[in-house]
């Protein structure tokens, strides 16, 4: 004779040994994964006179675009065709926008603090930002 068990909702099911194992295998394989891409990127991250920004995570996040590889997904997902004489490709106006919410400038206006930024050029190793006019037109 069986006896039903009511979980009620703040009790979850207890996993077998088994199934926690193998989460924790998953867990240890995505980890190890990480870690090698990580591994293949040198990355190095500096805090000097010449790369400091006003937004002091932006160094980071943009080590971190560099490990995914946010740059190629761009130019590989993105089809926009843009005049012969524009000044910026569509995905450098992409990444720009991306730097721009993860910075939490997400008004056109607000982002004219990029191009006062001498740390954010520096990153980029850009010269210049694209402005709001070029931006409002991807």
Known sequence: MMIAQVLTNNQQEEASRQQKRAEERRRQKTLKKLERLAAKTNLPITFDNASVTAYGN???FEAFKKVVGLQELLQEH??????????????????TLVDAAALGLLRFSHMEALKQDPGYQTIKNHDSVPDEHQCSCV
């Open 78 to 95: 993105t089809d926009i065709k843009r005049h012969h004489n524009c000044l910026y490709t569509a995905h450098e106006i992409l990444d």
């Open 58 to 60: 932006f160094g980071i």
